[in-house]
Each structure stands twice: as structure tokens, then as C-alpha cells.
């Protein structure tokens, strides 16, 4: 198991992070890892995407784009970001708040994103989050996240074992794909990072 440190340090840097999201947004719309999670989305029969730490909505606006009758909706523990999504994505559902405690009903939508959010729960945090996951979602799960073995904290970013964990709470199918070194030009992505897909 991951010892705990540091335990909030990523919760309150997020919630007071300042920056412009909008030019952050547009920096990254068009990042490599992106297209692959296009690309994973295509294999599947889907009407609906929530993602978890959506930030600005990059992700979403490309899914949009590549999926217009989709709904899209996002969370994000800081208030500017989604405030900014909101300006991009009106239509989109989009809150405030925490990926352990979700503000949606249950299987209210079809797939469950994340992108490099996963990473900054700590173990507790983790264990609630995914069960949110599996009370929310209807049909499949999409993480970018750092996976490792055997759990493992990298410079207070979480790294696990996703295929254990997601079986651990009855997730089926579950696959993990090495994120290719195109996908991300970053050392700790391109050794840890994964693309990580199941059946909810």
C-alpha cells in the first residue's frame, strides 16, 4: 500500500492555482495523447462522457468535435477552470467539485474519463473515487495515468496497479496500453504512462 504524505498538498495547489485556462487550453488541444484517446473512443457504442479533472475542457471540446451528438459533461476541483469550460462548452454539464465525491446520479453516463488526474489521489481518495466511477458510469472506463506493478508514489504523484484495482471492484475486460513516446513528450509519461480501458 502507498504511504500517505503530504496528505492535501495536491487537493489545495488545485483549488489555488491561478493561471490563464483559456491560453492553457488552447496550448493543448491538439497534444499528441489527445488524438489516442479519440482513437480508444472510436471502439465503442457510447452516448455520453464524463471526465474527472477536465480541467478547461480540451479533452471534451475534441470529443465534441469528433462526437456531436454526445453529451459531455466534467469535473474539476478548481472553480476558474470550469468556469472557463463553461465559456467554451455551454451546453456541456460542468461542476465544481472533487473525483471521490461525484455529483451525479447513478449510471447517469456511458464512459468515465480521466486524464492525468488519478495520479494526484492519494490511496484513501483513490478506493472512494473508483467507486464513484462504478456508481456513476454505465459502460467503460478511460484513464491516463501513471501505472506501475506495484503501487508506487513518484515524486507525490500516485502511480498503480490498475489492473488489479479496477478487478478489485468488479471491472471487466480491464487493458492497460503503454502510452507511446509521440504521445507525450515528458520522461515520467513516457515510462509510467498508460492508457487504461475496462468494462464498468
Known sequence: MIQVINEGFWKGWWV???EDWKQGYLSTLNHPHRDKIIELLKQWDFDSVLELGC???PNLVRIKQSF???KVGGIDINEDSIEEAKKILPEAELIAGVAEVLPFPDKSYDVILTDATLIYLNWYE???C???IKRVGRKYVLFVEFLTRTNALLENLYSRNYDE???DFDFKDVKCQKMAKEDW???FWQKYGYYITAKI
Request: proline share 5%; glycine share 0%; charged share 50%.
Open 165 to 167: 484495482l479496477l478487478k
Open 68 to 70: 456531436p451528438l454526445v
Open 126 to 128: 483513490i478506493e472512494r
Open 185 to 187: 513528450d515528458d520522461e
Open 130 to 132: 473508483i467507486k464513484e
Open 16 to 18: 489555488e492555482r491561478r
Open 55 to 57: 480541467n478547461a475542457a
